[in-house]
């Protein structure tokens, strides 16, 4: 019943900006914390952001930090990610996630981010 829908991703020149969308749905949105995280080809999927339910508290990988920003809007279900000076090596796969209480995680079909010139 957990539906994460994620959008934004694209195609950006190094030092570009995206910002990623994820629209949250049969789930308490507020009362859970969210993450996005990405995948790139041949690597493993990585943390890349966390926010608390309330937006009090984040959390970024290393190679977000002081780039990326991840926020979220309870009134609309919807969990964001600003990126900024944007690398070749940010290139992957976004997905939004979460877990809720006596589930598994859940992730939404992830949006494609390409980095490049």
């Known amino acids: 019943q957990v539906q994460l829908v994620e959008s934004g991703g694209g195609l950006v020149q190094p030092g570009g900006s995206l910002r990623l969308s994820c629209a949250a749905s049969g789930f308490t949105f507020s009362s859970y914390r969210m993450s996005w995280y990405r995948q790139a080809p041949g690597k493993e999927r990585e943390l890349v952001a966390s926010i608390s339910s309330t937006g009090g508290i984040t959390d970024y990988a290393d190679s977000a930090k002081g780039r990326f920003t991840i926020s979220r809007d309870n009134a609309k279900n919807t969990v964001y990610l600003q990126m900024n000076s944007l690398k070749p090596a940010d290139t992957a796969v976004y997905y939004c996630?979460?877990?809720?209480?006596?589930?598994?995680?859940?992730w939404g079909q992830g949006t494609q981010v390409t980095v490049s010139a």
């Open positions: 996630s979460v877990v809720t209480w006596g589930s598994s995680r859940s």
